[in-house]
């Protein structure tokens, strides 16, 4: 369906690509990935009308951007009654070494100006790259559009000789940022189990390993040390839920 009509040229091409995909997933009831590749999609295809000087092609292409262009407005209504509903769910699959999944690839889609308070329960935030993970979703949640005012976190306090470094480590985080007007909430718990992020405007985050999905580096001076969307990433399973009533944890 993607391809006729269309030329060889580059933009032509790429438009065939992305429209076939989101074809396929479409067909898979994968509606929100299907959703971001017709989008894709159709700016590929206007781009093409752009360049073309035939009537009849010019035709052809607009009846086919009309065309996706109804069926991603069906899709986005249905999501968003997803939303409304709280029946919303998307799963991300992190495969082992995988690359370009940074706290900002991740969560950028959930975080806008409606966001003021969050809750974070993973039971890990003790070891040092533990507490750096922590920290480095603070600054995200700082840097992004969204205007946060506290953050609640709940975690397990460590049992061996370490657990006064990691109580003065989350004390120093929680110092830096109410120099940035975000209070941060400490509870501690030794029964929780489950990783989970929940953000104010409805969305609900679930990671298999929570906060800590990243590989070590391999050295200091490798890609990914810094930048952490090159930064390999352990196996695992991100759950996203849509839902109006979002309880605290």
């Known amino acids: 369906m993607a391809q006729s009509g269309l030329g060889q040229d580059p933009e032509s091409t790429a438009a065939i690509t992305v429209l076939k ?9 994968r509606y929100s990935q299907a959703l971001v590749c017709y989008q894709e999609g159709i700016d590929l295809l206007l781009q093409v009308l752009k ?14 951007i009309s065309n996706y262009m109804d069926r991603a407005e069906n899709i986005k209504k249905y999501l968003d009654q997803e939303k409304e509903d ?12 995988a690359t370009g999944f940074s706290y900002e690839s991740l969560f950028q889609e959930y975080l806008n100006e409606t966001v003021t308070e969050v809750w974070i329960e993973d039971p890990y935030i003790r070891n040092t790259h533990q507490l750096y993970n922590f920290l480095r979703f603070c600054e995200m949640l700082i840097k992004r ?17 370490k657990k006064e470094y990691q109580i003065s480590s989350l004390e120093e ?19 929780i189990h489950d ?4 953000f104010n405007n409805g969305w609900m985050i679930k990671i298999g390993r929570g906060l800590d999905y990243f590989k070590k580096p391999q050295g200091n001076f490798y890609l990914g040390y810094c930048d952490f969307d090159l930064r390999p990433c352990h196996e695992t399973t991100v759950d996203i839920f849509h839902n109006k ?3 605290k944890i």
Do not use: F, M, W
């Not at 769910?89 to 992190?94: A, D, G, R, S, T």
């Not at 559009?145 to 000789?161: A, E, G, Q, R």
């Not at 929680?174 to 120099?179: D, F, G, M, P």
């Open 245 to 247: 009533h979002t309880k």
């Open 145 to 161: 559009p969204c205007k946060v005012k506290t953050i609640h976190l709940l975690t397990c306090l460590d049992k061996s000789s």
């Open 86 to 97: 709280g029946k919303y769910h998307k799963q991300i699959k992190i495969e082992e070494n």
């Open 51 to 64: 360049g073309t000087k035939d009537y009849t092609k010019k035709c052809n292409l607009r009846q086919k």
């Open 173 to 191: 985080i929680k110092e830096s940022l109410s120099n940035h007007g975000v209070l941060l909430e400490l509870e501690y718990s030794s029964s």
């Open 21 to 29: 995909r989101a074809v396929e997933l479409d067909s898979e009831y």
């Open 195 to 198: 990783r989970e992020i929940r």
